[in-house]
């Protein structure tokens, strides 16, 4: 019986560490049109980047559909920004947008664990970017960082 129990209990265990690892996983969207995007996605070359192309489909959406089913920690975001605003190739992300894009944006609480990183210097900053990064939170339930 105690074997039993010990096995069961391993086991869970060892299903508790193998979703806890999976958590630790980020996953990183890079707009085809960015300074750097063709540097990144040689770096980041794998299942867990999305290059978010000009075809017509909205970006959020793109980030969407790519994290459906997934779970990851961190969705990491290299867009071109402006205090307030996210530049991605075929759409602005911004206060003004904010609502066409909210079913979209409120998805990403179900896949993301951790927080959304905006690799950018200015998105948040002046009044009008923190009450951007305040909106984004509101909508989605998530955590906004710059890095």
């Known amino acids: 019986m105690k074997k039993q129990i010990s096995l069961t209990l391993l086991m869970?265990?060892?299903?508790?560490?193998?979703?806890?690892?999976?958590?630790?996983?980020?996953?990183?969207?890079?707009?085809?049109?960015?300074?750097?995007?063709?540097?990144?996605?040689?770096q980041f070359n794998g299942p867990n980047t999305l290059v978010v192309e000009q075809n017509g489909v909205l970006a959020t959406s793109q980030i969407a559909e790519?994290?459906?089913?997934?779970?990851?920690?961190?969705?990491?975001?290299?867009?071109?920004?402006?205090?307030?605003?996210?530049?991605f190739g075929n759409m602005t992300l911004n206060a003004e947008t904010l609502?066409?894009?909210?079913?979209?944006?409120?998805?990403?609480?179900?896949?993301?664990?951790?927080?959304?990183?905006i690799h950018s210097n200015d998105v948040f900053s002046t009044e009008r970017g923190s009450d951007f990064k305040a909106s984004l939170e509101q909508i989605t339930g998530l955590t906004f960082a710059t890095q």
């Open 66 to 87: 790519a994290l459906n089913g997934k779970k990851i920690n961190d969705l990491h975001i290299f867009v071109s920004t402006k205090p307030g605003a996210l530049g």
């Open 99 to 117: 609502q066409e894009h909210s079913a979209a944006l409120s998805k990403l609480a179900s896949y993301v664990a951790g927080k959304v990183v």
């Open 12 to 42: 869970i265990l060892g299903a508790l560490c193998i979703y806890a690892q999976n958590l630790k996983i980020d996953f990183a969207a890079i707009d085809n049109s960015y300074r750097v995007a063709e540097e990144l996605k040689s």
